[in-house]
């Protein structure tokens, strides 16, 4: 689903488009948050009503490992990688490791 999909599903799907809109966080910005809700429609088929919590968290997991580079096991980031497969993020910040940071200065 790229983002022109996902602005027509939008315009198809009012309904479920509120709904949906209402998990944003009050914080968050429109360039995360369009991201994530990406990530929520491409994957709400497979997480039926009370495991929509469950789509929510993955959902904070993926947004927190690429736009602030958080680290999670790499079971999960493999899970949450493969469900965000195709979503284009523009501008996202690039996190290097401390010890990628130690070699490159010893070089």
Known sequence: MASMDVEEFIGQNRQLA???E????????DKHWK???EFIFRNMADFPEPQVD?????SMVWQNHVFMGCRYSSELLQRVMEMAEGIEVEDAPVFKT???IIRQQKR
């Open 18 to 20: 509120d709904r949906v």
């Open 22 to 29: 209402a998990f944003r966080g009050f914080s968050e910005s």
């Open 35 to 37: 991201g994530r809700r």
């Open 54 to 58: 469950h789509l929510l968290a993955l």
């Open 98 to 100: 401390r010890d990628e």
